[in-house]
């Protein structure tokens, strides 16, 4: 049984672009979450998605920042416009339901220049 | 606001030696305390605890928690250079939908 997997696992841009961070969670988990991690601070919570439903936004900043998870294909996390503060690790957790034990990607580490 | 304060933030100990990583949490519609280790990728799951007084235990590892009291400890017995991770611990919530409240982490080094 494979792992939440997360690509790409570095990326890097300039400021102004798109960055795309791909989720596919574990077989059987229907419930992801995405997280930030900035350096030497603990992972905050963005946002809670199942299939085709955005359940809980109150970690995203309200502008440039936008989560899907479609009925088919992983979820993703997109950065319009991204600026040097955007840079940080971007992991992505799963769970089955009724639980509250998460399963880690290996997260994607962005850097904005 | 939901708060998790971990300590102590960095620790460096001898192999061999017994650890007490501590996690002290204020939060509004408690469901869970998770411990996560983290090494250079993603964080790894360790123990969920939900009730009090009750000891998990994993090899070296255990973990306690007390609801009353608000708070977790993370033992680490017989050190090893390959526990040397970031110890993460976590809340689990309620606020319309489950989420995760991190602590900011406790960054382990054993030396051999």
């Known amino acids: 049984n494979a792992g939440v997997m997360q690509n790409p696992r570095h990326l890097v841009r300039r400021r102004g672009q798109e960055a795309r961070l791909r989720c596919s969670p574990m077989?059987?988990?229907?419930?992801v979450y995405w997280y930030r991690q900035l350096p030497e601070e603990g992972l905050k919570f963005m946002v809670y998605?199942?299939?085709?439903?955005?359940?809980?936004e109150s970690g995203m900043p309200k502008e440039r920042f936008s989560a899907e998870f479609p009925k088919e294909g992983p979820s993703i996390l997109r950065i319009q416009q991204v600026v040097r503060g955007d840079s940080a690790a971007y992991f992505c957790?799963?769970?089955?339901?009724?639980?509250?034990?998460?399963?880690f990607g290996p997260g994607t580490r962005l850097t904005v220049l | 606001e939901d708060k998790v304060v971990q300590s102590p933030l960095s620790l460096v100990v001898h192999e061999g030696d017994t650890v007490t990583l501590n996690c002290s949490y204020e939060?509004?519609?408690?469901?869970?305390l998770l411990w996560y280790k983290q090494e250079k990728k993603a964080p790894t799951f360790l123990f969920m605890l939900?009730?009090?007084?009750i000891e998990k235990k994993s090899g070296r590892l255990s973990s306690i928690l007390d609801k009353k009291e608000l708070f977790s400890i993370l033992n680490i017995t017989a050190t090893q250079t390959g526990d040397s991770a970031i110890y993460l611990c976590?809340?689990?919530?309620?606020?319309?939908?489950?989420?995760?409240?991190f602590g900011q982490g406790t960054r382990l080094t054993i030396n051999p």
């Open positions: 976590a809340v689990g919530v309620i606020q319309g939908a489950q989420k995760l409240v």
């Open positions: 998605l199942q299939k085709e439903n955005i359940i809980d």
């Open positions: 939060v509004t519609n408690f469901r869970s």
């Open positions: 077989k059987g988990h229907s419930h």
């Open positions: 939900t009730s009090s007084g």
């Open positions: 957790a799963s769970s089955p339901p009724v639980t509250d034990t998460q399963y």
